[in-house]
């Protein structure tokens, strides 16, 4: 196991509303990375986050934000759900210098229905 | 842009064989590392290894082993004897230096081991 945590495991809403996952870091790693997974394809980039501030971001909406805590957790936030937003949702931790070698937690497992 | 591909969506051996899975990846920086992860039924994607750009020596761990050829663009991986708790999706990954880290996916490929 990585020690990335992610919660909840599994999530079930309905089409317009707000989902928030809630994803804690590897100890000693300051960089969280969200990536969604749909299924049978690859994990794609959401955006980064480096000291409490976004420090990259894929080609998602604005719908999807998210915010980093001191402590490095951090909060993926989705408004106005869509049926597309099911996925695993996956949640990865780096350290700001080795960023590219991303260890990642569980998922949490979205359903929009 | 960066781009991985990964031919193989799905490949079927008996336990014991041997297994390759293909990685062909397309960059135009010098600078990059590429990876391999696990995602067993669970969904965790397990991180095997990580090779930066310059490093273009073989890889073998246990066993497991890495063909890493930037002639051909390709990171292939090798399983050999595979056993049924290797059943998997393998995904080869593609990470770029530009100012943060990303991680570029391949679709993966489904391994599956059978007794």
């Known amino acids: 196991e990585t020690g990335v945590t992610q919660s909840p495991t599994h999530l079930i809403k309905t089409r317009g509303q707000q989902v928030t996952l809630r994803c804690s870091s590897q100890?000693?790693?300051?960089?969280v990375s969200w990536y969604q997974q749909a299924l049978g394809q690859g994990p794609q980039f959401i955006f980064q986050y480096y000291r409490e501030e976004e420090n990259g971001r894929g080609n998602f909406p604005p719908r999807f934000s998210g915010l980093q805590f001191p402590n490095y957790s951090s909060e993926l936030n989705v408004n106005a759900l869509e049926l597309d937003d099911s996925a695993l949702y996956l949640c990865?931790?780096?350290?700001?210098?080795?960023?590219?070698?991303?260890?990642f937690g569980p998922g949490t497992r979205l359903l929009v229905l | 842009a960066q781009k991985v591909t990964q031919a193989q969506t799905e490949i079927s051996v008996v336990e014991k064989e041997d297994v390759t899975l293909d990685c062909v990846y397309e960059t135009r920086d010098t600078t990059y590392y590429l990876f391999w992860y696990k995602q067993p039924p669970s969904g965790e994607l397990v991180f095997l290894i990580r090779?930066?750009?310059?490093?273009?020596q073989n890889e073998i761990s246990g066993r497991y082993s890495w063909n890493f050829q930037k002639s051909t663009s390709s990171f292939n991986f090798t399983i050999t004897a595979s056993q049924v708790v290797d059943s998997a999706v393998y995904f080869c990954a593609l990470s770029e230096n530009s100012g943060y880290s990303t991680l570029t996916f391949g679709k993966g490929t489904m391994l599956l081991v059978s007794p």
């Open positions: 990865a931790s780096s350290t700001y210098r080795e960023q590219e070698t991303q260890y």
């Open positions: 090779r930066n750009s310059f490093d273009e």
């Open positions: 100890s000693g790693h300051n960089t």
